[in-house]
């Protein structure tokens, strides 16, 4: 069967009730003010957006579609999806594969439930935010859908996963506004305009510094286009925040590694690990520590993933 173009698949999507949206030809960046706060099913507002934007691709706002998503980078070396997976029911549902490809199944989820952002290494799950809907276009490849099953129910593992076990909170208030400014200079805030990665480090941000940063998050989110003209809903989600589980300092680490930031990801962990949970380091030490040895570096990061698989 002839794949749908995108305007005739936003059109499906949004008569399944499914609320969608216009993101970027090729991207993720959401084209509407207010990116996917913006999602509809109505038909003449889809319609009217994908003839101003033919070439848009469809960004699925998941919450409010009343679904939830797994992500699974399988392209990824050390993707931990299938032992995860093994012993558990993976029920018929909708299932796309991405541009990457890697694999979304997408399920239907109670309104309110909270979910945790990851289930294990590479496998994450996306509720509060949006994906983008085959036959959209990314890193040159389009989105597919992998079979024409309906959303089925959450499993009773992936609702349970709620329950905060997946990972360990700590450093809790570890550093103050100023010390996370120096760690926030290294990650473009437009290589992380995606909803879930957005919010993953605002909680890491807000857990990090006990909720004492919510300027220096503002200022940070604002070097994003998504975000730039919401400095009222970022303040009130930062405000909105508790303790999440699953994002904490290693968040900030692995943020800082994908971007390609080493040596404040290593300075990361040595503070992580020179502070314990009733100190507050500095900023000086955030911006004037070095490492006496590549020897000292790697011990200290090896400590650090050693302590947190622990955890995990």
């Given at each position: 069967?002839?794949?749908?173009?995108?305007?005739e698949?936003?059109?499906?999507?949004?008569?399944a009730?499914?609320?969608?949206?216009?993101?970027?030809?090729?991207?993720?960046?959401?084209?509407?003010?207010?990116?996917?706060?913006?999602?509809?099913?109505?038909?003449?507002?889809?319609?009217?957006?994908?003839?101003?934007?033919?070439?848009?691709?469809?960004?699925?706002?998941?919450?409010p579609s009343?679904?939830?998503?797994?992500?699974?980078?399988?392209?990824?070396?050390?993707?931990?999806?299938?032992?995860?997976?093994?012993?558990?029911?993976?029920?018929?549902?909708?299932?796309?594969?991405?541009?990457?490809?890697?694999?979304?199944?997408?399920f239907?989820?109670p309104?309110?439930?909270?979910?945790?952002?990851?289930?294990?290494?590479?496998?994450?799950?996306?509720?509060?935010?949006?994906?983008?809907?085959?036959?959209?276009?990314?890193?040159?490849?389009?989105?597919?859908?992998?079979?024409h099953?309906?959303?089925?129910?959450?499993?009773?593992?992936?609702?349970?996963?709620?329950?905060?076990?997946?990972?360990?909170?700590?450093?809790a208030?570890?550093?103050?506004?100023?010390?996370?400014?120096?760690?926030?200079?290294?990650?473009?805030?437009?290589?992380?305009?995606?909803?879930d990665?957005?919010?993953?480090?605002?909680c890491?941000?807000?857990?990090?510094?006990?909720?004492?940063?919510?300027?220096?998050?503002?200022?940070?989110?604002a070097?994003?286009?998504?975000?730039?003209?919401?400095?009222?809903?970022?303040?009130?989600?930062?405000?909105?925040?508790?303790?999440?589980?699953?994002?904490?300092v290693?968040?900030l680490?692995?943020?800082?590694?994908?971007?390609g930031?080493?040596?404040?990801?290593?300075?990361?962990?040595?503070?992580?690990?020179?502070?314990?949970?009733?100190?507050?380091?500095?900023?000086?030490?955030?911006?004037?520590?070095?490492?006496q040895?590549?020897?000292?570096?790697?011990a200290?990061?090896?400590?650090?993933?050693?302590?947190?698989?622990?955890?995990?």
């Open positions: 069967m002839t794949a749908p173009g995108l305007s698949a936003a059109a499906f999507y949004a008569a009730g499914y609320r969608v949206f216009p993101c970027v030809p090729g991207g993720k960046e959401p084209l509407t003010p207010n990116g996917f706060l913006n999602a509809s099913a109505d038909a003449a507002v889809v319609a009217r957006w994908w003839r101003r934007w033919p070439a848009a691709n469809i960004g699925l706002a998941l919450s009343g679904l939830v998503a797994l992500d699974i980078d399988s392209y990824k070396d050390g993707c931990e999806w299938s032992s995860f997976i093994a012993g558990k029911e993976l029920p018929d549902t909708w299932a796309q594969v991405s541009g990457r490809g890697g694999t979304h199944y997408i239907t989820a309104a309110g439930h909270r979910f945790p952002g990851k289930l294990a290494q590479f496998v994450e799950i996306k509720a509060a935010g949006y994906v983008l809907l085959a036959p959209s276009m990314f890193d040159g490849r389009r989105y597919e859908r992998l079979n099953f309906r959303p089925a129910p959450a499993p009773a593992w992936l609702l349970n996963a709620a329950a905060g076990t997946v990972t360990s909170i700590s450093n208030g570890m550093m103050d506004a100023e010390a996370l400014e120096v760690f926030l200079a290294g990650l473009d805030p437009r290589a992380h305009a995606q909803h990665d957005w919010f993953s480090i605002m890491a941000c807000h857990h990090v510094t006990a909720g004492k940063a919510e300027e220096a998050f503002v200022r940070w989110s070097g994003n286009t998504t975000f730039a003209h919401l400095s009222r809903e970022v303040v009130r989600r930062w405000r909105s925040l508790g303790r999440r589980p699953g994002n904490t290693g968040t680490i692995r943020a800082l590694r994908d971007d930031e080493d040596t404040l990801a290593d300075k990361l962990i040595w503070l992580s690990l020179k502070y314990d949970d009733e100190e507050v380091f500095p900023a000086e030490d955030a911006s004037n520590m070095e490492f040895t590549d020897r000292e570096r790697v200290l990061t090896d400590k650090f993933v050693g302590d947190n698989n622990a955890n995990n």
